[in-house]
């Protein structure tokens, strides 16, 4: 923990303390997603491909525009630490920072899946939740954070000292490079902060470090996502498993995740705008 408390408080420390929060970004105004329409839209749709993610690994996986997809857990409780890219163009990926900017630090049905600058644009819209009833629980904690990054081997070994090469960072790097067939150091180069699907967490209340618990998700959950973009998308099932109790090593139970892509009657969306990129020129005033 850091030591700000050996610092002396000023005696008008609680009237500085005791201002009102303000939300950063008021969201009211974004653009709506539209539910209306795609819960309509998913009466009509059948299913047209699936993958299984198998344990420690990554998968990859297409979704057109209009497209619907879910992960679903299967076998037993497992996270999975999701990345999406523009089919089109890698360089415009998923923004976990801005998303959680936007929404919150878990996020549900409602809630857009944000793409990097300059694009910014939803990639998709969640669409659909069987953990929806979970919310915030005693320890502060919910379902599907924008606050972790992903385990990766670099911080494994500056903790722990050794190797562990089926961190979610690798895994999301070999299913890329295989996916675009290019080298595994290119790809990993697109590999960025993920959703972490399924995943419990959030801050203890005297340090405010990032906590996970066991995942309370169990085989037949499924979250739901429309694509507003052509998308690739990689989910490695976590080698933490549930994480329950640690990541980075085969120590955990591990099971398989599904990606399953859905497609509705194009005329269902009839009429639906989609995103365009930000329309903000790029000049920076100069
Ligand atoms: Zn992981």
């Given at each position: 923990m850091h030591r700000t408390l050996d610092m002396p408080a000023p005696s008008d420390a609680e009237e500085r303390r005791s201002k009102p929060p303000v939300?950063?970004?008021?969201?009211?105004?974004?653009?709506?997603?539209?539910l209306d329409v795609l819960y309509a839209a998913r009466q009509s749709m059948s299913k047209v491909a699936e993958i299984i993610v198998p344990p420690r690994e990554a998968g990859s996986f297409r979704v057109p525009k209009g497209h619907f997809f879910r992960i679903v857990s299967m076998e037993g409780s497992q996270v999975g630490d999701l990345n999406l890219w523009n089919a089109a163009d890698l360089s415009e990926c998923f923004f976990s920072g801005k998303t959680r900017a936007l929404h919150a630090t878990h996020v549900g049905v409602g809630d857009r899946l944000w793409s990097t600058l300059p694009y910014l644009r939803p990639m998709a819209t969640i669409t659909y939740d069987t953990l929806g009833w979970y919310g915030w629980d005693a320890d502060g904690a919910g379902i599907h954070d924008v606050i972790g990054t992903r385990c990766d081997p670099y911080t494994n070994r500056l903790l722990k000292g050794d190797d562990y090469h089926h961190c979610c960072h690798s895994n999301l790097s070999r299913a890329l490079a295989s996916e675009m067939n290019i080298p595994v150091r290119e790809a990993e180069a697109h590999v960025h902060d993920v959703l972490n699907v399924f995943m419990c967490t959030g801050f203890t209340r005297d340090t405010h470090q990032y906590f996970m618990k066991a995942s309370p998700v169990r085989p037949g959950d499924f979250i739901e996502f429309f694509a507003e973009i052509d998308l690739v998308g990689a989910l490695s099932a976590c080698p933490?498993?549930?994480?329950?109790s640690g990541h980075s090593s085969d120590l955990a139970p591990c099971y398989p995740l599904r990606v399953e892509i859905w497609q509705p009657d194009p005329e269902s969306l009839a009429g639906r705008a989609f995103p365009e990129r930000s329309p903000y020129p790029g000049t920076h005033g100069l």
């Open positions: 939300v950063v970004y008021p969201n009211e105004t974004l653009p709506p997603a539209g933490g498993g549930d994480c329950g």
